[in-house]
């Protein structure tokens, strides 16, 4: 009978309970962050053209070029290699300006695998997250390319009309005090913009060099340094490939949020300590003669300048990519929610601090890692009770 | 429409655990079956290994339904009836998924499948008694009926719960009781609280079927059974966690719900009892889910005790080859490895998966679903590193311990890390006098 022959005993291997697994396995995990990062990607293509393309496109084949090399090495592939790797060089790639020359974002890329990943036994092994690692490195190592004074005190990004294929040179300084914003430009004939970063307006105005107009603080900073917020949000304001455009990283976010790989909790909480911080922490008012308290507060001219302020904190600068692609990762954040929203929330108040009155810049990177290397401390604290045992 | 639905349910209960997907839609409306015993059975004369009975039918004998085939020889075992009329054809040994190989005996049946007379059998009137003398089982853990409730009057239990919880996959052997036959269900549970003289007297079930729960709760009214309808978010069929959400009491690491006063009686030792004193038919038989993606006619079905696994794969029709065979439900049952096991009466699923589902571990990815979804709270990926190590301290040990063998942990890691397996493994080895089955489900 046919039912008889389909039982073959020797298919039958013994194993242990439970019998049925879950739907996600570690390749889901990291082909839907690599989706999130790759939908960031594209805008950030589409925002910087060909050129923010090619970065990433590098980062990403140096990754994995340098994960074969690593599994070569070792004599064995590496897990996870070739979607682990991948994404690694791809976030890269996200924290770099789409202006660096070829061998940044190869260089990083191979930095990351190789220093913040296999040097710790690879896959869910390190303690730091790799992207980062090797973005910070390679900030030391090129500092001239990357840092955001001297000659990249202005930075470029597509005019309106040149999307997705315009080239980055030649630019048009762009006048700020008399901007009106990205998308009210007529369109120009040279492909690109060049204007100062918004979170370089920002950090500049924290160290008080942006002196005040008679009694007005912080009008001048949003009059004449900043772009209209909405730029910020669209993403059409220089910075790096992936940091600029906020919607898509709360598409991005969001996707990852319902697949269950990205808890809600730490983007919220990170983005709300980072608001707080900046609503709270005080800035040198101009000339350096004393702080002013409380900046989300300032009312000037009948406008509430101190929440627009707060505003541009939240959404110019790296925050919303570190909220949603870089301080996500699941192997260097705590393993509880609750764990991750004190991690979360160190790292938002921390990005906004370093952004005030440090001297580092990439601060929300440095911040992440900071708050990376506590992770088995927060752990440590925010262990579960178990049941029918006395609370420790 | 069930997500809204368990959103809506009563917001109790403990922390962790899953809503797991059901996989019942197959086998729930279908009406419980009867198979008929038309092939040789080959009926286990013990359901322990440590169970001593005395056989007292010879070879050759012809034996009626229900006739005894062996008897208990002390208060921990319980007897074994036959499950239909026939000869004893012989007496041999057979393999069950839960104790190895046992004794048996080789009944080919005659077909006639005539009963006892009844005067013959029974010989006791306590409650208790006829339960002794009817081989009632309680499934999980496994002893006989008379023993648990001597036990739970021993610890001086003052609640009783009946859970008819079945949180697992694919089970639905409980749920079709329910719908089926409910007022002899709240009637034997009032029996069984009766015997005890317990204060309270609780009946779980999940929310999720509300109509079931209406009837049920109908069939309650008047009594002093409470039918309490919880969210199925596994493991709450587990005893500790019906502990934990009906009476809010936590049962310590290791212990059982009769350390803190309360006794859990799962819905299958109440159906047999209702079926040994109310039809008035010893076990002779076992009501399981048969379901999986190899079986053609997944549903509930009351086997005779001793079917062999091929048989029954016969009966129900199979699609394809069986790439995996397990006892009891997904996250807790049995690997059987061998298609001559029987179906025992402490059984209560036979899933039969077309694929064997074999995933690569690789290095934890420190996702934390593992701790977020654990019931009782413990850290399995910390426990599992335990796997190369020699010794321990206290508070891990009682970790260890505290673990009930869920499998969620394991059911739920990205990384395919086999979790509660080595946890299990562990306690074997670390925690002096553990025992395999301490906690189970
Ligand atoms: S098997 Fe044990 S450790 Fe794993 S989830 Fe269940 S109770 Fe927790
Ligand atoms: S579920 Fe698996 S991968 Fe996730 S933390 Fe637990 S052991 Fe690690």
Redesign the pocket.
């Known amino acids: 009978m046919k039912a008889d022959l389909a039982i073959q005993e020797a298919q039958w291997v013994p194993r242990a309970a439970p019998h049925r697994h879950g739907g996600s396995t ?1 390749v889901d995990v990291m082909g839907s962050w690599t989706l999130a990062a790759g939908i960031v990607g594209l805008c950030g293509a589409v925002l910087f053209g060909p050129a923010a393309a090619k970065v990433l496109l590098l980062a990403m084949l140096a990754g994995i070029g340098a994960d074969f090399v690593v599994g070569y090495a070792r004599g064995r592939p590496v897990v996870g290699g070739l979607s682990h790797a991948s994404l690694t060089g791809l976030l890269l790639g996200l924290t770099l300006p789409a202006t660096v020359p070829w061998y940044v974002p190869a260089i990083g890329a191979m930095v990351a695998v190789v220093f913040g990943k296999a040097l710790f036994g690879g896959l ?1 092994h390190f303690v730091w997250q790799p992207a980062l690692v090797g973005r910070v490195i390679i900030q030391i190592v090129f500092w001239p390319t990357l840092s955001l004074g001297g000659d990249n005190a202005t930075a470029p990004v597509l005019a309106p009309g040149h999307l997705l294929i315009g080239r980055l040179e030649p630019a048009v300084q762009v006048d700020m005090p008399g901007y009106t914003g990205w998308q009210r430009l007529p369109r120009p004939d040279e492909p690109a913009l060049r204007m100062e970063r918004p979170v370089s307006a920002l950090r500049a105005f924290a160290e008080g060099h942006i002196p005040p107009d008679g009694d007005l603080l912080y009008t001048p900073l949003l009059r004449d340094r900043l772009p209209p917020w909405e730029d910020t949000v669209f993403g059409t304001v220089p910075g790096p490939i992936g940091a600029t455009c906020v919607l898509a990283l709360i598409v991005a976010g969001l996707y990852l949020i319902y697949r269950g790989f990205l808890r809600w909790q730490l983007p919220t909480a990170m983005l709300a300590a980072a608001g707080l911080a900046a609503a709270l922490l005080p800035i040198e008012s101009g000339g350096g003669d004393g702080w002013d308290w409380f900046p989300v507060f300032a009312v000037e001219q009948g406008r509430a300048v101190g929440v627009a302020y707060v505003l541009y904190h939240v959404t110019a600068g790296e925050l919303m990519l570190g909220a949603f692609l870089l301080a996500g990762d ?1 192997t260097t954040t705590p ?1 509880r929610a609750r764990g991750q929203i004190v991690f979360a929330a160190g790292v938002g108040v921390l990005t906004v601090f370093m952004r005030l009155y440090g001297v580092l810049e990439g601060e929300c990177y440095w911040s992440i890692l900071v708050m990376n290397t506590l992770v088995g401390v927060i752990d440590r604290r925010t262990k579960r009770d178990v049941l029918g045992m006395e609370p420790a | 429409m069930s997500l809204l639905l368990n959103l809506l349910g009563p917001r109790r209960g403990f922390e962790g655990g899953l809503f797991m997907p059901e996989f019942k839609a197959a086998t729930a409306r279908r009406p419980i079956e009867n198979i008929t015993a038309d092939r040789a059975l080959f009926v286990p004369l013990r359901l322990a290994e440590s169970w001593q009975t005395d056989i007292v039918v010879s070879q050759g004998e012809r034996v009626v339904r229900g006739q005894r085939l062996a008897t208990a020889c002390d208060g921990r075992s319980a007897h074994v009836h036959a499950p239909t009329s026939g000869t004893i054809a012989q007496f041999g040994r057979v393999w069950t998924p839960r104790e190895g190989y046992l004794p048996c005996a080789i009944l080919e049946p005659d077909g006639r499948n005539e009963s006892v007379p009844r005067s013959l059998a029974w010989m006791s009137d306590s409650f208790v008694g006829q339960l002794t003398d009817r081989g009632v089982i309680s499934p999980s853990p496994l002893a006989p009926a008379a023993e648990v409730l001597r036990r739970a009057s021993a610890a001086g239990v003052t609640e009783l719960i009946v859970s008819a919880m079945e949180t697992e996959p694919y089970l639905t052997a409980d749920l079709r009781t329910l719908v089926e036959q409910p007022g002899r269900l709240i009637d034997m549970t009032c029996e069984i609280a009766d015997a005890l003289g317990v204060a309270r007297a609780l009946f779980a079930m999940p929310y999720r079927h509300r109509r079931v729960v209406k009837r049920v709760t109908a069939e309650a009214q008047g009594r002093y059974v409470e039918v309490a309808a919880l969210s199925n978010r596994y493991p709450q069929c587990h005893p500790v966690m019906l502990v934990k959400t009906l009476l809010d009491r936590e049962v310590p690491p290791g212990g059982s719900p009769l350390d803190v006063g309360a006794v859990v009686i799962p819905l299958a030792m109440v159906r047999m009892a209702a079926e040994a004193i109310i039809d008035d038919i010893p076990v002779t038989h076992a009501t399981i889910t048969v379901a999986g993606d190899a079986v053609e006619h997944a549903g509930t079905y009351r086997v005779p005790v001793g079917t062999p696994l091929r048989a029954l794969c016969d009966r129900v029709g199979l699609l394809g080859p069986v790439g995996q065979c397990v006892w009891g439900g997904p996250l807790t049952g049995i690997s059987i490895t061998r298609d001559d096991a029987v179906i025992t009466a402490d059984t209560s699923a036979i899933l039969l998966f077309s694929e064997f589902e074999a995933r690569e571990p690789v ?9 977020e979804d654990c019931p009782v709270g413990v850290d ?2 910390l426990l ?1 590193q335990l796997e190369s190590e020699s010794s321990t301290d206290a508070l891990t040990v009682a970790h260890l311990r505290a673990c009930i063998d869920c499998g969620l ?1 394991s059911h ?6 086999p ?1 509660s397996a080595t946890i299990q493994r562990s306690r074997r080895r670390l925690v002096p006098g553990a025992s395999a089955a301490e906690g189970g489900a």
């Open positions: 570690h869910g699941m393993m | 290095p934890c990815i420190h996702c934390g679903w593992c701790i399995p990926a599992a942990c739920v890691c990205p990384a395919s890390l979790l």
